[in-house]
């Protein structure tokens, strides 16, 4: 550990998985952005889409051509920011925890939002799976109801796993950029 970071092996680009917030609560899309913005210059990314949950904030950071990297969130109690737990972390081939040699993508866009929606169906529920972001390993989905954003899951680019993200809480709003 040095300074206000902690790491963790190769796989993470240098090992920095998150930054200490300075204790000020993030209220809003905008400071959240700028939170996001401090992790994402530190791995040479910049920030997409931010979105609010009643649990945190969560970002989606790209790489400088536009592709998606990875996924943050921003703990709205004191501004800690780092990389999502769940997939982002365990399936990411480029930032997570496991090097890009140990995945092979198998399941095409197409092919893990039907994956998805299935996982949904499967468990009776009325929301359905939209178009997915390609990160490196995984993908991710909104899930919607009745036309509006209701959480999120992701699907294993290699085996078609589901992981849904349970820990957000309550959609509120997104900002793109």
């Not at 917030?21 to 889409?49: I, K, N, Y």
């Not at 800690?80 to 140990?102: C, F, K, L, V």
């Not at 959480?151 to 078609?160: E, F, K, R």
Request: one cysteine or more; aromatic letters at 10%; a neutral charge.
């Amino acid at each position: 550990m040095m300074g206000n970071d902690c790491s963790w092996g190769p796989g993470m680009m240098g090992g920095h998985y998150w930054q200490r917030g300075d204790g000020t609560p993030v209220q809003t899309l905008d400071q959240a952005r700028q939170r996001a913005d401090a992790f994402a210059h530190r791995l040479d990314l910049h920030v997409g889409e931010v979105m609010q949950f009643s649990k945190n904030f969560y970002a989606e950071l790209k790489t400088p051509s536009g592709k998606p990297a990875t996924e943050i969130l921003v703990n709205p109690a004191n501004g800690d920011t780092g990389i999502e737990y769940g997939p982002a972390m365990m399936w990411n081939a480029d930032y997570g925890m496991h090097p890009r040699s140990q995945t092979q993508t198998r399941l095409s866009p197409d092919q893990a939002q039907h994956r998805a929606q299935q996982w949904l169906r499967d468990r009776r529920s009325d929301l359905t799976a939209a178009k997915p972001d390609a990160f490196p390993g995984y993908y991710t989905l909104h899930t919607m109801r009745t036309g509006k954003i209701n959480g999120m899951l992701s699907v294993n680019a290699s085996t078609g796993a589901v992981w849904y993200h349970t820990w957000h809480g309550t959609y509120i709003s997104t900002s793109e950029h």
